[in-house]
């Protein structure tokens, strides 16, 4: 059994000043682009729980193959002292799933579904498309199961070797679809985004899917 895409999701949650330090690293070392998910400001009771005095923060998503996120993530927190309360946030996640992506071979979900433990009961989709297409994203979406999803509008930061690791331009700005879903459905929703959006060809988007280990705020229909 394959044990999933060999990519993990590198999240940030940065200043812009910060995200600028981040897109220069970016470059330097060759990164793909970075897609910043938000922008603006987030809740100063919520940033304040974290140790973040500042609400001026964005969400900054990288796609990176498993080898280089940790020596990546490793020289951010060299660059910009993480670990030091309020200076920001970074996590990584691994990919169970994914397609429209050159750095690994596509990866169906049910591949990697056996890996996960039982008590994950949802998982992250994320889908990466042109702006105005978003729409479709969540017609087929729903037609799988899902309940509903939340759009962003993402831009790129633009790095050396983006087109060739993405497969896909950045720019102009592109719409990110976050679709969480129960585990029953998540391979219907992921195969049916994928055949409406045709992503398996070049340069129509991106998807892929991450472990989700707890929720707060999710109710499903129950059955009984």
Partial sequence: MSMSCDIQVLTVVLTPEQCQTLSKLARKE???R????AKGTISNQFLMMLGITSD???????????????????????KMQLDKPG???AYLTDVLAC????????????ESVNLEPEENMYKKITVVVDRGKSGEV????????????TIFHGRGSAGKDAKKVFGIEIEPEKEI????????????????????????????????????????????????
């Avoid at 397609?99 to 049910?110: I, P, Q």
């Avoid at 340069?203 to 280990?213: F, L, R």
Wanted: charged content about 25%.
């Fill in 87 to 89: 200076k920001g946030i």
């Fill in 177 to 224: 679809i976050v679709i969480l879903t129960p585990n029953d459905v998540t391979q219907n929703v992921f195969d049916s985004i994928s055949e409406k959006m045709n992503l398996k060809e070049p340069g129509n988007g991106i998807m892929y899917v991450e472990p989700i280990s707890g929720t707060f705020g999710l109710f499903e229909n129950s059955k009984k």
């Fill in 99 to 110: 397609v429209g992506t050159e750095y690994a071979e596509e990866k169906s979900f049910n």
């Fill in 56 to 78: 001026r923060r964005e969400v900054v998503s990288i796609i990176l193959p498993k080898t280089e996120a940790r020596e990546f993530v490793e020289l951010i927190n060299e």
């Fill in 34 to 37: 970075t897609i910043i998910m």
């Fill in 30 to 32: 060759h990164i793909a």
């Fill in 138 to 149: 969540m017609d087929a979406a729903r037609e799988a199961g899902a309940r509903g999803g």
